[in-house]
């Protein structure tokens, strides 16, 4: 069996670059062990998926955010294959039925204080009684609560805990919101 090894190497990155290409998977060259060519980000996912590998960070394990900044990959659990990967997508898939719009804003209504993101996924696990690990739940009352801000309903409190890339590319661990008034 042939050695499939993806990397990315960055490219030049222009000051002017579209973040959300860039964190996509743009400015990037995709190199495999194996010397098949890929051409972009498409190609390269093709031949992970093709491997067995995650197709988010092509089976390293790893996602690279941006130049300096990489995490241990969400979409696999830091294992690299695909098996993972297809399990933790079904499982993001039932959190979303488990955890809707409607059951983070119950869990909201009550507080009166700032709250954290961490304390709402908490009472969301509890109140499911979930395991922990059984769901992604922080990710996706990290998404419903980004949703709700958005519609204006919640106003976001903190600030950045990192500046990946200037004001554009910003990571918060664990940000707090409040309900907004009026």
Known sequence: ?????????????????????????????????????????????????ETNQCTTCLGSAVENIVPDFSQQCTACAGTGRRRAQLTWQLAHAEAETMITVEFVRGLIAGFTEPFRLSEVADLARDTLNLPVGRLPVGPRVRDVLRSLEARGELVLLSAPDELLRGTSVMLYRDPYWEHATG
């Open 1 to 49: 069996m042939r050695i499939h090894t993806i990397t990315a190497l960055w490219e030049d990155i222009p000051d002017d670059a579209d973040d959300l290409v860039l964190v996509r998977g743009g400015f990037r060259v995709y190199l495999c062990l194996c010397g098949r060519p890929l051409a972009d980000r498409t190609a390269a996912e093709l031949h992970a998926s």
